[in-house]
């Protein structure tokens, strides 16, 4: 069984920064792609950016220049540093992997969410 962790969410200032992890656990092979999305009240989940498995990154256009994203492959997890928040950024933020190859079929997987609030 496959599941996304994430951690690192939370209460922060416009201007302050924050680390985001998701760490996959279970019997994992590969992963594709990693990445970020979010969903604040009454929006739709969007994405923030993404990561390949070599390295490739996709942002987008409003957290260039604030977020990066970086991952570890041998330890399957993603992580994602915010910098210069701004209330906007309000939102439950979602991990996902993409075309994980475990042990069972071959799918995408999203973590529970964590919750990064930006007070102004």
């Known amino acids: 069984q496959v599941q996304l962790v994430e951690s690192g969410g939370g209460l922060v200032q416009a201007g302050g920064s924050l680390r985001l992890s998701c760490a996959a656990s279970?019997?994992?092979?590969?992963?594709?792609?990693m990445g970020w999305y979010r969903q604040a009240p009454g929006k739709q989940r969007e994405l923030v950016a993404v990561?390949?498995?070599?390295?490739?990154?996709t942002y987008a256009d409003s957290v260039k220049g604030r977020f990066t994203i970086s991952r570890d492959n041998f330890k399957n997890t993603v992580y994602l540093q915010m910098n210069s928040l701004k209330p906007e950024d309000t939102a439950v933020y979602y991990c996902?992997?993409?075309?994980?190859?475990?042990?069972?079929?071959?799918?995408?997987?999203w973590g529970q969410g964590t919750q990064v609030t930006v007070s102004s």
């Open positions: 990561i390949t498995s070599g390295g490739t990154t």
């Open positions: 279970g019997r994992i092979f590969s992963i594709n792609a």
């Open positions: 996902n992997a993409d075309d994980v190859v475990s042990l069972g079929p071959t799918k995408d997987y």
